[in-house]
């Protein structure tokens, strides 16, 4: 979770998370959906070595049988909406797709003129590439809102800064 080997830039030293926002990657540890094959029936799979940490807590299989109201009916809503969010991204990516207003970029992070670390093949959005799409395409964005995205993502870029 960082960009030096051997620094974390999320968690400190005792364990501690200091980021604002954990990942829904790590939040759905250890569990994952499986897909069936068809693209809309899952299964819940999990990684053993993250159900044994050694600390007490809620069984993930309850004496009652009732997993629905336990950790591993939490876990199924959780991976139930990843699921969802990544789809709906996905069709959200679609129209920038099309556009071709995505670019392969280097992030080139740097601290007091020295570069700390290069990172390649980050897509972003070119802003030049949106400001020459058509005026039809951009209503259409700034009715579907997919604009207030593409603005936002142009401005999120900035926070490359703070990783240097």
């Known amino acids: 979770m960082g960009l030096q080997q051997g620094c974390n830039s999320c968690v400190r030293e ?13 939040r759905r540890y250890p569990f994952v959906l499986g897909n069936k094959g068809n693209g809309a029936d899952f299964f819940i799979m999990a990684d053993i070595r993250g159900l044994d940490s050694g600390f007490e807590g809620e069984p993930v299989f309850p004496e009652d049988g009732n997993w629905k ?4 009916g939490r876990a199924e809503q959780f991976l139930v909406s990843f699921e969802r ?3 709906a991204t996905h069709e959200v990516m679609r129209p920038l797709q099309e556009a071709d207003v995505l670019v392969s970029k280097t992030m080139t992070l740097s601290r007091a003129d020295e570069v700390v670390a290069r990172v390649s093949n980050v897509s ?3 802003p030049d590439r949106v400001a ?7 209503a259409a964005w700034v009715r579907s ?9 142009i401005e999120s ?3 490359w800064e703070r990783l240097g």
């Not at 980021?19 to 829904?24: C, E, K, L, N, V």
């Not at 109201?69 to 591993?72: F, I």
């Open 145 to 153: 809102g997919l604009m207030q995205l593409v603005t936002l993502h």
């Open 157 to 159: 870029q900035r926070n």
């Open 85 to 87: 969010e990544l789809s």
């Open 124 to 126: 972003v959005l070119d």
């Open 132 to 138: 020459a799409l058509d005026d039809a395409t951009l």
């Open 69 to 72: 109201d336990g950790v591993l």
């Open 14 to 26: 005792d364990g501690k998370w200091m980021a604002q926002y954990i990942p829904a990657h790590l």
